[in-house]
């Protein structure tokens, strides 16, 4: 008898042991601030939601996967495609520059001696003008497919083709004019520019005015100081023989600040034409450089 309670005793103990472990390994009670815990984090949420509406519409998981992965495919691809074209096209644009502004070395006219200049390693050179252009007209072509190097490439194409066709470089111009920004007002000054060299001095005019209000819309963004029209303008009326408008567009470019030698060159002009206006204004400082623009 002592044995058997014995035995009962242990048995008892084990089963208490037992109870005791599983309770230990048991989840504690839901408590708000478990809950809080257990809450899965946003991607969890985003792939709780697709699962549910894979069984919404009884769509197979595997199909929403890839539609998943075709889009981050896509996605990456694209970025990497634009990326890749973009370098594409300023290598393009650079080499087309390159033959733009190349070296024109003539062979020597019979009787003259040739140059004794050893060529430079890399520096491209061109017998004359013609096959230069012609050459970097291409090269300006092939640049322009390239959607990051389009407007300015045709701009040069169209520079190009000034030299080589004056007519077509001017039509090409006229296209490049409407384009807004910095290739617009760019390809507005070389247009008025070879209208004037033409003697085409009225629609050369209306160029260059065009070309005041554009920069003056684009502010900051202009990229032809008012001086470069202004004095561009004058030169133009002095050549209509308007000497009253030729005065006003001088004074304004005779305040250049920037361009000390266009500011030289309008204030001589300015004196020539009207002295006294000339008197009554500081003389533009002499030397430092020049810009383009």
């Given at each position: ?120 390693p890399g520096k491209k050179t061109y017998p004359d003008e013609k096959t230069k252009y012609t ?71 209306a160029q260059y005015q065009q070309l005041r209000e554009k920069c003056a819309q684009a502010g ?74």
């Open positions: 008898m002592a044995i058997g309670v014995k035995l009962t005793t242990t048995r008892n103990k084990e089963k208490a042991k037992a109870k005791a472990a599983q309770a230990a390994t048991a989840a504690p009670p839901m408590t708000p601030e478990r809950e809080e815990l257990l809450r899965p984090p946003a991607f969890d949420l985003f792939l709780q939601r697709i699962r549910q509406a894979v069984e919404e519409t009884e769509l197979p998981l595997g199909k929403i996967g890839l539609a998943l992965l075709m889009v981050v495919v896509v996605s990456g691809g694209a970025y990497w495609f634009y990326s890749y074209n973009q370098a594409k096209g300023e290598q393009a644009f650079a080499e087309a520059l390159a033959i733009y502004n190349a070296e024109v070395k003539e062979a020597p006219k019979e009787g003259e001696a040739a140059e004794d200049e050893p060529p430079v050459e970097a007209a291409a090269a300006f072509d092939k640049a322009a497919g390239y959607a990051s190097q389009s407007f300015m490439s045709r701009y040069y194409a169209a520079l190009c083709r000034l030299k080589l066709d004056p007519a077509q470089g001017i039509q090409a111009l006229r296209d490049l004019s409407v384009t807004p920004g910095a290739v617009g007002q760019l390809a507005t000054l070389a247009l008025a520019d070879a209208l004037a060299a033409e003697g085409k001095v009225d629609e050369a005019i900051n963004n202009a990229v032809v100081s008012p001086e470069v029209i202004a004095f561009a303008l004058g030169k133009l009326y002095e050549a209509k023989q308007d000497p009253a408008a030729a005065v006003k567009e001088y004074a304004i470019a005779a305040k250049s600040r920037s361009m000390a030698l266009l500011g030289q060159q309008a204030y001589q002009r300015l004196a020539a034409l009207d002295p006294e206006m000339a008197r009554q204004m500081p003389e533009p400082k002499q030397g430092g450089e020049d810009n383009t623009f």
